[in-house]
């Protein structure tokens, strides 16, 4: 299994971004999906997750700036980034628990996204 993150960038703060993600490699369902990030010096740590159904959950910090979105058909999942801040400088990885009876939690390569004051 293959989880392709892409998207990041440099932009000013105020700006957008919107991460991709594509998963690859699997028969087996795609359960939940989301991204994570992790700043330099600091631990990974949840953006959003969004389920096969579409239920979304976001970290307070990107509620209302942020919004989780994937495509079943394409095993894709999508991060808009709206009115972005310095703070929001880190690596974002996309995570995909996967399975059928058992189910295994799968990373991408990380995409980097860095927001200038």
């Known amino acids: 299994v293959q989880l392709q993150a892409s998207g990041g960038g440099l932009v000013q703060a105020g700006g957008s971004l919107r991460l991709s993600c594509a998963a690859s490699?699997?028969?087996?369902?795609?359960?939940?999906m989301g991204w994570y990030c992790q700043a330099p010096g600091k631990q990974r740590e949840l953006v959003a997750t969004?389920?096969?159904?579409?239920?979304?959950n976001y970290a307070d910090s990107v509620k209302g700036r942020f919004t989780i979105s994937r495509d079943n058909a394409k095993n894709t999942m999508f991060l808009q980034m709206n009115s972005l801040k310095p703070e929001d400088t880190a690596t974002y990885y996309c995570?995909?628990?996967?399975?059928?009876?058992?189910?295994?939690?799968?990373w991408g390569q990380g995409t980097l996204v860095t927001v200038s004051s």
């Open positions: 995570n995909a628990n996967i399975g059928g009876s058992r189910s295994y939690d799968y």
């Open positions: 490699g699997s028969k087996f369902s795609i359960h939940v």
């Open positions: 969004i389920t096969s159904s579409g239920r979304t």
